[in-house]
Every structure is written in C-alpha cells, then in structure tokens.
C-alpha cells in the first residue's frame, strides 16, 4: 500500500468518529513513518512496508474507538511546547493559550513574582508560564494522582523539574500560602454535559470536566476561597463556558473583587473571567 492508500483507508474507517478524518490519519500516519506531515503529502506514492502499515492501523483502530489522536500519540503541542500525556488527563486545548497569554500579559505588566496553577492536568498552564517567565515562582496542584504522574514526566522534560506540584483537593492543601495570581482551568462542563461525553464514547476523564449540576461547584468555591490565597492586588483567572460568565460575574463582584473582564476564546465565545482583589 502507498502513502496515498492509507490515509485513504484511514480516512474512510474514521468518517464516523473523528471530525477531522484526514488531519487525524495524516498525523498518526507522520508519526508513524517518523516523518513531518508535509513530507508525507510529497511522497503519497511511495510504498510503506509491513511494520508501518500493521502500526498505522493499530492507531486507526484506537481512533475509531473514541481515543483522542493526543491519547494514542501521548503528546499535544501547547503554545509550542510538547506535553506528555495518557489515558486519565485532560487534553490541552487551544483556548486555554488565551488563559496563558493573558496570565502574562498581568505578570509582565505588574511584574508580579508568585503564581498557582490549580487543577494542573498535564502541567500545561504552569509549565508554559514558567517556561514564558522564568522568574515566576509557580506552585501547580491538582486532586488526581494520574495527573500528578504525567505532571511531573512534563515538569522534568520542559523544565528539568523546577515547579513544586502539591497534591490538593483545590485550596484544602494550601494553609498559608499567598499568590500574586491564581490561574485554574478547573472541571466546569455540566453534569448533563459531561454524561452526554460518557454516552459518546468520549475517552476524558469525568474528574476533569464535572462541574456539578450547572458545571459551577468548583468555580463558586474558588471564587469565594481565592482572596483568602492572594497577596493584596492579586489576580484571579477562570477558565469556563461563555453562559457560566454572567453567574461568575455575578459572584465575583459580590465577593469584593475589583476590574473584572471577560475574554474570548478562538470561536469568539466568552471565555475566560478576570478578576483583581484589592
Ligand atoms: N473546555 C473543555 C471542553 O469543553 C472542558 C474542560 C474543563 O472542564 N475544564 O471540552
């Protein structure tokens, strides 16, 4: 079978499981021959030998199944770095870029020195931080010991381990401590949401995307328990769903905090709630 086979076979099995059929194999099928995509689309006759072939389809069938492309590769590119992750972590997304630009534009701004990345996952919003700011002292945590693992796998990759991961159920773990800013893309999807995925066949890890009845359990919490976490003037920055952004709104300026703003994501939907407490 050629280049041009396989991504035509690929392609055909994946039609009713992936959204993006051809970009899926063209990427698998990279991987696979050790090659980059664009090398791929300039040998479509070449002829591919066994091992490949037998690999290549071993990754469409995973696919087919419902395991994200980031899954089977155990990798996503995140603003341009490579993040390790499996089975049990939630993917990276590219929204969640904005949650970072934004977090460095304030520390840059304010030069502010001390970050906490709750709900951590894969490390993504941390690590990239530190990586941007090598001067912010950022502590990640999360309550999931999976995420804890391929935490610390990205920790030594990216960053010859220089971030402190504290294993916490949100702040319960964190007595004392004080930040200049609080970054967390934390399990907001309904309960409704979050079954329909399961129904689906989505491979994500429920601990990851349930947010309760409105998909706002955690949020509310960490609204009302951030100021007492942050230095005078520290930043607050949620990641949520564009309808959870009025209610957040709502409960923010209740709670006292000050210059609260509310950006897009990609698709232009309400993304990401700012918030600053004097
Ligand atoms: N943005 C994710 C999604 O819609 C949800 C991630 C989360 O709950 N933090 O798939």
Known sequence: MTIRDLLNYGADSLKNSSESPRL????????????????????YSDIVDDPHIEQ????????????????ILNEKEFYG???????????????????????????????????LDMCTGTGCIAITLKKECPKLDIIATDISPISERVFKVNNQKLLNNSINFIHSDLFSNLKDKKFDIIVTNPPYLTKKETEDRVLDGWKEPVLALDGGFDGLDLIHTIIDEAPNYLNNSGWLLIEASSNQMEDMKRSMESAGYKNIHILKDLASLDRIIVGKYE
């Open 24 to 43: 899926d194999c063209s990427i698998l099928l990279a991987k696979v021959m050790g090659i980059d995509r664009a090398s791929l689309f300039a040998r």
């Open 81 to 115: 770095y490579t993040f390790y992750l499996e089975d049990g972590v939630l993917t990276p997304r590219p929204d969640t870029e904005i949650l970072v630009e934004t977090a460095l534009d304030l520390i840059e701004k304010n030069s502010l020195k001390t970050g």
């Open 56 to 71: 290549f389809k071993k990754f469409i069938t995973l696919r087919s199944q419902g395991y994200p492309v980031a899954y």
